[in-house]
């Protein structure tokens, strides 16, 4: 199966969609970005709830473009879920499923066995989505899209549904776009990422190449690269260009910027604090030093905010909990940053 | 700040409660105001005339009437209502409130007069009335003209009460059955109206209270077979009230119960 | 015949409802299908092709020629204009005390609520008002009885007026006399001479009042009648028709059976008239020989 | 596999469009039931005959009447009836049960009878109507007994629509406006009624349409002043049809742009 | 202000809620818990929108029970935000405020000077929830009351509305009930945290006690600390106690434990796979070594599960991209990993 995607394009009053081109294998796209940017409309086309101003899905060469949806065998869950509140967790399934045996199969595999007899209502926001996606995927869809299913859900049930998807994504043999505003959701189950703007597409590439090699500050931003600075390449080399930004020179490990103007992109988890004792002798670090301007506490990370002395730049670090404590961090004090080289990523800016 | 503010708030207080009252108050008055005169038409009657009545040949056959004539009624106005009313829920526009509007009309029209119209259209002596005459199947003077009549005046409270019914029915409920490979029956069937139910149920109440209670169009329509009203009606000018209301109250009793029986068995 | 089925309708004014269904109907083995609204009604019904019944009947003979205009018809009953009241109100209680032969006084001096039917619509509605014209000569001490008794919010339809009298609402109603019999209602019979009922005064006395209706008709008093035709002829429907306007449930109910009903009015069909002569004389009802009065009981003149 | 479900699927398709259709249908044939005797009454009557009645100071008091006092009913049951359909729509229980119940039973009664009944607790007569006639404010025959006629009849609609109105407003809102300091009043003037609006205006809609087209309780409660039905009624017996639809006309015209205007202004 | 509640409780047909007893001081108390753990009825409670079963609140020594909501003075913001959706911004906000010239005020702090004629559908989440804040903040209010109102929001917006909130309530001088599921919100913003379970409060502290040193599995779990093993107490001493579990036996700072049956619970962001050159003295660190079974990319964090050699535990550790570039983890490699004494937590097991 194979779902492409080509000049898709549909206008509202307030908002144009597309044109959209964009193929999918028997792969995970998740398609990341904020909200009102695209990402459940993009579903709403393909799965045909929304007709398309023009545009074209093939699925494995079969047209989908005028088909009812009820003929486009594309299986959607809902964000909320959208369960037939009225019928049972079983009902809901059973309703959908071509083969009865297929109801059971699916309870097991998805562990609904204990709720079977409830009604929507009545179930955990993860037990819902788990029966929607059951009930999807009992009419042995050609396509699944999922629109923001854990969006709603509590965060230790989010990241245990979370494994739980990836291994079943992993035996279905079907596209699958997987809509999220959440990078971490994005990034733990995309085979591939496609960051949506405004009705189209901006980077799709896969998780670590979005993350580090974000194509502009709006991806960048989105998916957590918080220090984006202006800045100028001064120096080209083979094995990299160095970059000057506020006060700083830095030596980076990219050769392949064809602009002066560019955005320093260097993500907070990506800024050390403390040299590991497996120090790696390729691997070249520019170091800094800052003062300790905020830090707050996110609960497996500290968010800390280093006040650069050679200049007024900010720089936002992820700082573990022990190294926190070990460096005894608070307001004020002085500390020694370490940026790789590699870490560095560098946006041209085109005029 | 906090002294301000107290007093500020407390006058508030007293105000919304006296306008709470005041809201009651109007609310139960108009519950008395229909309450009181049912309670003086039950009040009027002695137990046993009522009874006596039950077993009037005459009576039974109107009871029956009316019954199955508002039944029928309203299982048409339901069965042709409902798309209607879909359709008017899931479309917007100038020719979606036109034909509300439309809708809405044969309530403006005295029923007396909504009957003399449908008699110029289904009479023996229209073209439609004729034909059907002569197939066997007269529209006036039957029972098909009491549903004729009830219909015309009764529908139009399902149709406007079930659009709005549907118009809560989350879309997406629908799109997701129809995303499930049902069709638009199916969907219609299975999802959209049992959670469209209890607003559809409202219409149907509506509309089988009004059809059975109906008595200018159906006079017009079919005088026989007579149904309550009109059984009402002539049991009236025969001996008066005291003859006519027995069998008004019989009306309110079947009617109720019809109407409690009808929305056990839908809930 | 004219009968599409062995079920014969009766259109009829409503003050006959009763009698028909109660009187008429066991009486007759035909099966009958009776409907009955205010005579003017029942007369528009059929003008405007809203009923086709097999019988009509209607209270007041003028309506056969207009608005409808039909080739014959019978004259079968009367009535009288008797004054009900309501003994329970402190109105009607008034009027008791007055008594018969001073009914109009508490009225004049307004201390009775009184009913009536719309003049313009209905024929209970001028007959009052002729009552009123020919009491106000008839009684010594009374004149001018209409203006002085007279207001418009004494008008109700006819449904509405029965509702009002039994309700308490108004204390007295200007009634037919069958009414007031059938309903038990307490009520005054006034003297032949202003009651509309005795045909020997149809002619000089009655007659000298009249009343113009909206539509500019001016209508001259004389007796209740009422009329009854077919319209669809059938064995049955002359059955039917023969009970309906000789048989003896009329006086059971109240209304005034004359020597000389029957009398037909127009090219009445030869099987009508022998049926009906039949059972006149096997029930020998008729004292005098059968003869047309059509002078005599066509109370109403309608004067364009 | 996809070749089976892809035939499977295509059976559904014309199924499917096949019942959609006939739904399209049955709610045109609705449709066509209230245009077409609609459409006879207009054309009965030639455009000048309406007009001239337009002149007839008997219609233009008729007209005047009714539509005078429709509003006054319109309202009277506006500002009784959303009071009591708000507590309807955030009670839930027995006793919402039976009070609805109590609501919808109006319509169950024959109109006349209705007004029969009302008379018997409005009528000079008894207690209320006497001290009231005493006042020199009579509530029969006047325009206070037609508005009461009306209000019972159609006040009913706006209570049941308003009912489901109230229910579509979420409730967050209102706490989230009494938490702002605002009594239950504000609340409602300035959160509740504005969001029920248009559930509330259908509701008015309807009451509106049946209150002007209210004849058989209206004529027994107040015969004068004549409402238009009441002279559509007099106009037909006095000299027929061809009187009456005129008049019948005109009703539909002015309620038709009563209602207009209503839901123009109102949205 | 001083908020106090007291023995607080309310009977549902399904759930019961409290008794509660909770002070909360001019400071913010985020009350976190997972869905349907009794957080909203808690804030309905003290708002008045819920009737209490018994109880009592005392705002400043004046008791709120009895009172109706419109006369508490305290101010909500809801869920979705809760706003009047036919009034613009401005006029929500107008509705509210004491004093007109509060909403230019507002508006300005809160940044809405350009939405202010906008309507709330036209409005993004974010800016919907700052209009809900103004609307409440207008009246002046002497508890503030919030409701989960950054869980709808795009996690670039959340980072930013969660700063300046963070601004905002150090700022005003009143009692903060901050409802949210979400534990970094919790941590980042609560001067206090309490975790709410089933209608009850389970353990009420500061951001890194509850985080650190969670009194039962339930918080520990929810704040996100994965590794949770029965183990036994073997050793007692003055510096700390030694535990067993499964077939590790580790050297803890524990002093006071009662039991000898206890849960071992070592936070995933305070195992670590590296030595840092800043080694300290001071701090004794258990080494075990174990093969990498699963790892999965969360964008700013790789988790990496770890099978430990001695046994058959699965330990789970945060780990930053760099780490885990530098020491090219994938499974089947062999890790070191350190366990810092003073991050092993032992939760005392009674019968
Ligand atoms: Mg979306
Ligand atoms: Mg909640
Ligand atoms: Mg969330």
Same mark, same amino acid.
């Given at each position: 199966?194979?779902?492409?995607?080509?000049?898709?394009?549909?206008?509202?009053?307030?908002?144009?969609?597309?044109?959209?081109?964009?193929?999918?294998?028997?792969?995970?796209?998740?398609?990341?970005?904020?909200?009102?940017?695209?990402?459940?409309?993009?579903?709403?086309?393909?799965?045909?709830?929304?007709?398309? &101003?023009?545009?074209?899905?093939?699925?494995?060469?079969?047209?989908?473009?005028?088909?009812?949806?009820?003929?486009?065998?594309?299986?959607?869950?809902?964000?909320?879920?959208?369960?037939?509140?009225?019928?049972?967790?079983?009902?809901?399934?059973?309703?959908?499923?071509?083969?009865?045996?297929?109801? &059971?199969?699916?309870?097991?595999?998805?562990?609904?066995?204990?709720?079977?007899?409830?009604?929507?209502?009545?179930?955990?926001?993860?037990?819902?989505?788990?029966?929607?996606?059951?009930?999807?995927?009992?009419?042995?869809?050609?396509?699944?899209?999922? $629109?923001?299913?854990?969006?709603?859900?509590?965060?230790?049930?989010?990241?245990?549904?979370?494994?739980?998807?990836?291994?079943?994504?992993?035996?279905?043999?079907?596209?699958?776009?997987?809509?999220?505003?959440?990078?971490?959701?994005?990034?733990?189950?995309?085979?591939?990422?496609?960051?949506?703007?405004?009705?189209?597409?901006?980077?799709?590439?896969?998780?670590?190449?979005?993350?580090?090699?974000?194509?502009?500050?709006?991806?960048?931003?989105?998916?957590?690269?918080?220090?984006?600075?202006?800045?100028?390449?001064? $120096?080209?080399?083979?094995?990299?260009?160095?970059?000057?930004?506020?006060?700083?020179?830095?030596?980076?490990?990219?050769?392949?910027?064809?602009?002066?103007?560019?955005?320093?992109?260097?993500?907070?988890?990506?800024?050390?604090?403390?040299?590991?004792?497996?120090?790696?002798?390729?691997?070249?670090?520019?170091?800094?030093?800052?003062?300790?301007?905020?830090?707050?506490?996110?609960?497996?990370?500290?968010?800390?905010?280093?006040?650069?002395?050679?200049?007024?730049?900010?720089?936002?670090?992820?700082?573990?909990?022990?190294?926190?404590?070990?460096?005894?961090?608070?307001?004020?004090?002085?500390?020694?940053?370490?940026?790789?080289?590699?870490?560095?990523?560098?946006?041209?800016?085109?005029? | 700040?906090?002294?301000?503010?107290?007093?500020?708030?407390?006058?508030?207080?007293?105000?919304?409660?006296?306008?709470?009252?005041?809201?009651?108050?109007?609310?139960?008055?108009?519950?008395?105001?229909?309450?009181?005169?049912?309670?003086?038409?039950?009040?009027?009657?002695?137990?046993?005339?009522?009874?006596?009545?039950?077993?009037?040949?005459?009576?039974?056959?109107?009871?029956?009437?009316?019954?199955?004539?508002?039944?029928?009624?309203?299982?048409?106005?339901?069965?042709?209502?409902?798309?209607?009313?879909?359709?008017?829920?899931?479309?917007?526009?100038?020719?979606?409130?036109?034909?509300?509007?439309?809708?809405?009309?044969?309530?403006?029209?005295?029923?007396?007069?909504?009957?003399?119209?449908?008699?110029?259209?289904?009479?023996?002596?229209?073209?439609?009335?004729?034909?059907?005459?002569?197939?066997?199947?007269?529209?006036?003077?039957?029972?098909?003209?009491?549903?004729?009549?009830?219909?015309?005046?009764?529908?139009?409270?399902?149709?406007?009460?079930?659009?709005?019914?549907?118009?809560?029915?989350?879309?997406?409920?629908?799109?997701?059955?129809?995303?499930?490979?049902?069709?638009?029956?199916?969907?219609?069937?299975?999802?959209?109206?049992?959670?469209?139910?209890?607003?559809?149920?409202?219409?149907?109440?509506?509309?089988?209270?009004?059809?059975?209670?109906?008595?200018?169009?159906?006079?017009?329509?079919?005088?026989?077979?007579?149904?309550?009203?009109?059984?009402?009606?002539?049991?009236?000018?025969?001996?008066?009230?005291?003859?006519?209301?027995?069998?008004?109250?019989?009306?309110?009793?079947?009617?109720?119960?019809?109407?409690?029986?009808?929305?056990?068995?839908?809930? | 015949?004219?009968?599409?089925?062995?079920?014969?309708?009766?259109?009829?004014?409503?003050?006959?409802?009763?009698?028909?269904?109660?009187?008429?109907?066991?009486?007759?083995?035909?099966?009958? /299908?009776? @409907?009955?609204?205010?005579?003017?009604?029942?007369?528009?019904?059929?003008?405007?092709?809203?009923?086709?019944?097999?019988?009509?009947?209607?209270?007041?003979?003028?309506?056969?020629?207009?608005?409808?205009?039909?080739?014959?018809?019978?004259?079968?009953?009367?009535?009288?204009?008797?004054?009900?009241?309501?003994?329970?109100?402190?109105?009607?209680?008034?009027?008791?005390?007055?008594?018969?032969?001073?009914?109009?006084?508490?009225?004049?001096?307004?201390?009775?609520?009184?009913?009536?039917?719309?003049?313009?619509?209905?024929?209970?509605?001028?007959?009052?008002?002729?009552?009123?014209?020919?009491?106000?000569?008839?009684?010594?001490?009374?004149?001018?009885?209409?203006?002085?008794?007279?207001?418009?919010?004494?008008?109700?339809? @006819?449904?509405?007026?029965?509702?009002?009298?039994?309700?308490?609402?108004?204390?007295?109603?200007?009634?037919?006399?069958?009414?007031?019999?059938?309903?038990?209602?307490?009520?005054?019979?006034?003297?032949? /001479?202003?009651?509309?009922?005795?045909?020997?005064?149809?002619?000089?006395?009655?007659?000298?009042?009249?009343?113009?209706?909206?539509?500019?008709?001016?209508? /001259?008093?004389?007796?209740?009648?009422?009329?009854?035709?077919?319209?669809?002829?059938?064995?049955?429907?002359?059955?039917?028709?023969?009970?309906?306007?000789?048989?003896?449930?009329?006086?059971?109910?109240?209304?005034?059976?004359? @020597?000389?009903?029957?009398?037909?009015?127009?090219?009445?069909?030869?099987?009508?008239?022998?049926?009906?002569?039949?059972?006149?004389?096997? /029930?020998?009802?008729?004292?005098?020989?059968?003869?047309?009065?059509?002078?005599?009981?066509?109370?109403?003149?309608?004067?364009?």
């Amino acid at each position: 199966m194979i779902l492409e995607l080509s000049q898709l394009s549909k206008a509202y009053s307030q908002f144009d969609f597309g044109p959209v081109d964009l193929t999918v294998d028997e792969e995970v796209l998740a398609v990341l970005g904020p909200s009102g940017s695209g990402k459940t409309t993009l579903l709403s086309l393909i799965a045909g709830i929304t007709g398309l &101003d023009s545009g074209s899905i093939l699925l494995d060469g079969r047209e989908l473009v005028g088909q009812p949806l009820e003929d486009r065998h594309v299986g959607m869950v809902f964000q909320e879920g959208a369960l037939f509140p009225h019928m049972t967790a079983r009902e809901n399934i059973e309703y959908a499923a071509t083969a009865s045996d297929h109801v &059971d199969e699916l309870a097991t595999l998805l562990e609904l066995e204990e709720v079977l007899n409830r009604k929507p209502p009545t179930l955990s926001g993860g037990e819902r989505q788990r029966v929607a996606l059951a009930r999807s995927l009992a009419t042995d869809p050609d396509v699944l899209l999922l $629109d923001e299913p854990l969006s709603s859900l509590d965060a230790p049930i989010r990241k245990r549904l979370r494994d739980e998807l990836h291994n079943l994504f992993e035996s279905l043999e079907i596209p699958i776009l997987y809509v999220t505003h959440d990078q971490r959701t994005a990034t733990a189950l995309g085979d591939r990422i496609a960051i949506v703007r405004d009705g189209g597409l901006e980077q799709v590439g896969s998780p670590s190449t979005v993350l580090t090699r974000p194509t502009n500050r709006f991806v960048a931003r989105f998916t957590g690269n918080e220090n984006l600075f202006e800045g100028s390449v001064t $120096d080209r080399a083979a094995d990299g260009a160095r970059v000057r930004f506020g006060d700083l020179q830095l030596q980076t490990t990219a050769s392949d910027i064809s602009t002066s103007a560019v955005t320093v992109c260097i993500h907070p988890s990506r800024v050390e604090v403390e040299t590991p004792i497996v120090a790696d002798g390729n691997r070249s670090v520019n170091t800094v030093t800052g003062t300790v301007a905020r830090w707050l506490n996110e609960g497996s990370v500290y968010r800390v905010d280093i006040q650069i002395e050679a200049g007024s730049l900010t720089l936002t670090a992820n700082v573990r909990p022990p190294t926190f404590e070990r460096l005894t961090i608070d307001n004020g004090s002085e500390i020694q940053v370490l940026i790789p080289q590699e870490s560095i990523h560098l946006i041209p800016e085109l005029e | 700040m906090a002294t301000r503010s107290n007093s500020n708030r407390s006058g508030t207080v007293t105000f919304g409660l006296d306008w709470l009252s005041v809201a009651l108050i109007l609310g139960g008055v108009l519950l008395l105001y229909y309450i009181v005169p049912m309670m003086s038409l039950f009040l009027s009657v002695p137990p046993g005339d009522i009874l006596a009545r039950m077993n009037n040949p005459t009576v039974v056959d109107s009871a029956t009437t009316s019954l199955l004539s508002a039944s029928i009624s309203t299982v048409v106005a339901t069965l042709f209502g409902l798309p209607l009313a879909y359709w008017l829920a899931r479309t917007d526009g100038a020719v979606t409130k036109m034909v509300l509007a439309v809708v809405v009309l044969p309530l403006v029209l005295p029923p007396t007069v909504g009957g003399i119209v449908l008699l110029t259209v289904f009479g023996p002596g229209s073209p439609l009335g004729g034909a059907a005459v002569a197939a066997g199947f007269p529209l006036t003077r039957s029972l098909a003209g009491v549903v004729l009549a009830q219909t015309f005046v009764a529908s139009p409270f399902v149709v406007v009460t079930a659009k709005a019914a549907f118009e809560s029915v989350d879309q997406t409920l629908e799109y997701a059955s129809r995303s499930l490979g049902k069709s638009r029956l199916t969907t219609a069937r299975h999802v959209t109206l049992p959670l469209a139910g209890s607003g559809i149920l409202a219409g149907v109440t509506l509309t089988f209270a009004r059809a059975i209670g109906e008595f200018g169009a159906t006079m017009m329509m079919a005088y026989y077979p007579r149904t309550m009203p009109v059984q009402i009606w002539v049991a009236f000018i025969e001996l008066g009230l005291d003859n006519a209301y027995p069998v008004a109250i019989l009306l309110v009793v079947i009617a109720a119960v019809a109407l409690l029986i009808l929305n056990t068995v839908a809930s | 015949d004219g009968g599409q089925s062995t079920t014969i309708a009766i259109l009829a004014a409503g003050s006959l409802q009763n009698a028909l269904a109660n009187g008429l109907e066991p009486a007759v083995d035909v099966p009958v /299908q009776i @409907e009955a609204h205010g005579s003017a009604t029942v007369a528009r019904m059929i003008d405007e092709d809203q009923r086709d019944p097999d019988i009509v009947s209607v209270a007041d003979v003028a309506l056969f020629d207009e608005p409808l205009s039909l080739p014959w018809y019978s004259v079968f009953t009367s009535n009288s204009v008797v004054i009900a009241y309501n003994p329970d109100t402190v109105g009607g209680q008034r009027l008791a005390d007055a008594g018969t032969e001073s009914w109009y006084e508490p009225m004049i001096n307004g201390d009775v609520n009184i009913g009536r039917t719309d003049p313009d619509q209905d024929p209970l509605g001028y007959r009052a008002l002729f009552m009123l014209e020919l009491a106000s000569r008839y009684y010594d001490d009374a004149s001018n009885l209409r203006e002085q008794i007279l207001r418009e919010n004494q008008i109700y339809p @006819e449904t509405s007026l029965v509702s009002q009298f039994e309700t308490g609402s108004i204390d007295a109603a200007i009634a037919y006399r069958n009414m007031a019999v059938e309903r038990d209602y307490e009520y005054f019979e006034l003297p032949d /001479q202003i009651n509309l009922s005795d045909p020997q005064y149809a002619e000089d006395w009655y007659s000298t009042t009249s009343y113009t209706v909206s539509s500019g008709q001016e209508i /001259q008093g004389g007796l209740i009648s009422y009329g009854s035709t077919i319209r669809h002829m059938s064995d049955a429907a002359v059955s039917v028709f023969d009970t309906h306007t000789t048989g003896s449930y009329l006086e059971e109910h109240g209304f005034l059976v004359r @020597e000389h009903f029957p009398a037909y009015t127009g090219e009445v069909p030869q099987r009508v008239r022998q049926a009906t002569d039949q059972s006149n004389v096997n /029930q020998s009802r008729l004292d005098g020989p059968n003869k047309e009065l059509s002078s005599a009981v066509s109370d109403i003149t309608v004067l364009i």
